[in-house]
């Protein structure tokens, strides 16, 4: 037993109330940003900052909501696997018309280097927010259905996006949360989704 990762020991329960607050905190949070389109700086309060505090407040370990490098082997093995499986695929997708309208702007107002540093602010609590937060939280009711049912969340979150990234939210958040479930630790999604969206930003841009 000592041998197996977090994700698969069984979770400390808590009290229902506790876990009632994070979910109603998670739906008034994406609610909020649907409606007032947090910025990176606004959504690092939001998404990373408040959460922790929550969990600090709760007196909930920070390990056990993926705040960990976790299993780093198997972390940076799936990391480089997902950069190379997404990268072709982006390279067709990022292409099309609906995201050249909505992403190439990113690299017009901000530069190669400013759109890489917004995207890891960015995602860096917005990681945090699904695959640890939430994703481990969750976890507590569900066991691994969890890594499913965050992905919905996930996918309200990029109702604003292009039709098709929404759809496919389903499966990459889904995928996301599997990677942070097998590493027990969010910063392996953060790094493939940070990938996932420079690159496409990046190609938008090019003739």
Known sequence: MLNLRLSEKVRPKHPDLQQAILWIYATVALTLDYYYRFDAR???????????????????PLKLYGVTLGDWRRGLLLTVGGWLLMAPILWVVARGPAFVAYYARFWRMRGAWGTIWWAALDLLSWEFFFR???????AEMMGRWAVLFQAFFFTFGHFSKPELETLSCIVGGSAFGWVAWKTDSFLYPFLIHWFVTVFTIWVTTLP
């Open 42 to 60: 606004i959504g690092l309060i939001f998404y990373l900052l408040l959460p922790m505090a929550m969990l600090v407040a709760f007196r909930r």
């Open 132 to 138: 640890g937060f939430l994703l481990f939280s969750l």
